[in-house]
């Protein structure tokens, strides 16, 4: 079985993309972030074309994660126990993550309900394996309410995994998506360029690094090692020709899955070319279980 993971950075915008990715690779499950629509947006009909089904949840036009399985797709989760909401107190300010938004006329945290959980997590068992497409918040900046989030997102999620483990030792568990942490100086293209800002803090590190604690295997560290190899380059000033990219997406996977892993590739061709996503898609190739 062939997963991937890809942030499209709006499907609707690159469906013609994603659906001849799908064709090429002979992907069976893709993990998708940023899909920038609501349920009823989203592009299902071009998806179901080329064989595929869709599990999708998203609010608005930010956020917004999906899974397309050729393999089936069961049991649906558009959250995971435990996972934060998010309420804005202010505008955010303009990133590629976050784009501006209007100021909502009342946020949740002055109406007294709780704070609304974002479209950023979505599960799914596909082919026997229960996939989970994730966007990690970005954090914006360090002391933004938004960071705090992040730290309590990571460790929520964290916590709900190892307790799959716990009720199940022998669980098939992938935990796939754009996690927004750049794990060591090698995964940017300078490090000094980062310093102050988030994705490189000890604390998202540790909260990124917990996952391993918890018995996880970040599988693409494991299949490809290699210095400098990046699956996210912003659009501005020349970043991907000039290869000043992140690697900040990313696959955890239970002890049973991981050794299942035989590979990893990070296509980067899907950088090139108009209209592309400035994330590149992250495929691992799965041998069939054990019997």
């Not at 349920?39 to 998806?47: G, R």
Request: proline share 8%.
């Amino acid at each position: 079985m062939r997963l991937a993971t890809w942030n499209v950075n709006s499907v609707r915008a690159r469906v013609d993309r994603v659906v001849a990715f799908l064709e090429r690779s002979q992907t069976d499950v893709l993990a998708i972030q940023e899909t920038k629509c609501r349920d009823e947006q989203f592009p299902v009909a071009a998806f179901e074309a080329a064989g595929y089904e869709v599990a999708h949840v998203g609010h608005s036009a930010w956020n917004g994660v999906a899974i397309a399985s050729r393999v089936g797709i069961a049991d649906v989760a558009t959250s995971f126990p435990g996972q934060p909401g998010f309420a804005k107190p202010t505008a955010p300010a303009a990133t590629d993550d976050a784009p501006a938004e209007a100021p909502e006329p009342e946020p949740a945290a002055l109406l007294d309900v709780p704070p609304p959980v974002e479209a950023r997590a979505l599960g799914a068992t596909c082919g026997g394996v229960r996939v989970w497409s994730l966007y990690v918040p970005h954090g914006r900046a360090i002391g933004d309410p938004h960071y705090a989030y992040k730290l309590a997102w990571l460790g929520a999620l964290r916590d709900a995994a190892a307790g799959w483990l716990d009720a199940d030792p022998a669980a098939q568990v992938a935990l796939m998506g754009d996690w927004n942490v750049i794990p060591l100086d090698t995964d940017v293209y300078d490090p000094a360029a980062f310093a102050g800002h988030t994705h490189v803090t000890p604390a998202e590190r540790e909260a990124f690094a917990a996952f391993a604690d918890a018995g996880y295997t970040e599988v693409t560290r494991q299949h490809l090692p290699a210095e400098h190899t990046y699956t996210y380059w912003d659009y501005q000033q020349l970043a991907f020709p000039r290869n000043k990219g992140l690697r900040i997406d990313f696959a955890y996977a239970s002890p049973r899955l991981a050794d299942r892993v035989t590979g990893v590739v990070i296509d980067r061709d899907e950088r090139k070319g108009k209209g592309a996503s400035d994330h590149v898609p992250v495929v691992l190739d799965v041998a069939a279980p054990a019997t």
